[in-house]
């Protein structure tokens, strides 16, 4: 019996999870249960699962007796019964779970982008320290685990990440410049939450992603390409020094890169296998940079580290929520991202108490610029 600590519960990914438990009663328990903002959909899971312990980050809930009601500052308990902490809650608040699991020395199952991406140091260097094994859960990256047989310290000459392209790969710059949250919502091949698929409309994922391989692969940032794949069957490729490529191909579904985070290197049945004869033709086709700065924008911030990813993250939060209100049309988007960059000074990020600190700092500079140059 696996018991797992379920971070971000309510999200797209923690229902999924929830979706795997279910399916597999005998194999998984959820522990311990955490959300952002409550609701019913909180409540019935601690209804359904009855866990020892449950989180809200942001207001009240109703809990059966024998949960026990967590408070702000009682994080870290969410870890003391579990063997897996699946780590998925949304945005930077998903950077302190990670943190503290690490530091609980149980396995993370990562499916929180912004962990490596603002804490990629401070992750790594408490995972080293505490032997902690890290699991990629993002499709990406789970295909990269996978083609590295399960290990990320393997060798490799190049990662090539795939990309949908999302919904406006093919559309013009003055076509992007009238696009609706309604257009970049409308993902062609996945079913994600809003934040998520607007980056992925933006390509700032890609670029997400991009950090996280430097991160979880020991990677320099020449040895990871991203392409576009619209058919999303092929998840990411691996290269090595003889020239010889693998990739590890799917339908998307996330429920495939959940259970084998539980799981590996076992794998137990899943509802999706390939069906090869209908795929049809598999395209590959050149990453668009100059059509959608965010990606370009967070490589850049990959390569300064320090604080930079973080500002990142943050100035995208704003804007994407910003985009979402119908505040800012979607170039702005990236305009506020690049301003926040250029207008927050450089630091290290030896703590998280630094990283909180630039998070608000460039939430202050982001809200100022869509303020100024909204709608």
């Not at 992925?200 to 991160?215: M, P």
């Not at 500002?311 to 991202?337: K, Q």
């Not at 703590?351 to 909204?374: M, N, P």
């Amino acid at each position: 019996m696996v018991r797992i600590a379920l971070i971000g519960c309510t999200g797209s990914i923690g229902m999924q999870v929830a979706q795997v438990v279910r399916r597999y009663p005998e194999r998984f328990r959820l522990t311990a249960l955490a959300c952002g903002r409550g609701g019913a959909a909180f409540e019935a899971l601690l209804a359904e699962f009855q866990p020892a312990a449950a989180l809200c980050a942001e207001g009240t809930f109703d809990a059966p007796e024998k949960v026990a009601k967590l408070a702000a500052g009682e994080e870290a308990r969410l870890f003391e019964d579990c063997d897996v902490a699946f780590i998925a809650a949304g945005g930077f608040a998903g950077l302190k779970y990670t943190l503290l699991a690490a530091g609980a020395g149980k396995k993370i199952a990562l499916a929180n982008k912004e962990s490596l991406v603002c804490g990629g140091e401070l992750v790594m260097r408490a995972v080293r320290e505490r032997g902690v094994d890290l699991v990629p859960v993002d499709s990406e990256h789970s295909a990269l685990f996978q083609c590295l047989a399960f290990r990320r310290d393997a060798a490799f000459s190049k990662l090539v990440l795939t990309a949908s392209g999302g919904p406006f790969y093919r559309l013009s710059r003055e076509e992007l410049a009238r696009v609706t949250a309604a257009d970049a919502l409308r993902h062609p091949t996945w079913n994600m939450g809003a934040k998520i698929t607007v980056d992925s409309a933006t390509l700032l994922n890609k670029g997400y992603e991009v950090i996280e391989a430097k991160w979880l692969y020991h990677a320099d940032f020449s040895q990871i390409e991203a392409v576009v794949h619209p058919e999303s069957i092929v998840h990411s490729l691996v290269y090595f020094a003889d020239g010889a490529a693998l990739a590890q191909l799917g339908y998307p579904d996330m429920r495939v890169p959940i259970q084998l985070a539980l799981t590996y290197p076992e794998r137990l049945p899943c509802e999706t296998p390939l069906d090869l004869p209908k795929l049809g033709k598999l395209t590959f086709l050149p990453f668009p940079e100059e059509k959608f700065p965010c990606f370009p924008l967070a490589i850049a911030a990959g390569k300064a580290g320090g604080i930079m990813p973080t500002v990142l993250n943050a100035a995208a939060e704003e804007a994407v929520r910003a985009f979402l209100n119908g505040r800012i049309t979607f170039p702005a988007i990236a305009e506020t991202i690049q301003d926040a960059l250029g207008a927050v000074p450089q630091a290290s990020a030896e703590s998280f108490l630094q990283l909180s600190e630039a998070d608000k700092a460039a939430r202050r500079r982001a809200s100022k610029f869509i303020d100024t140059h909204g709608k």
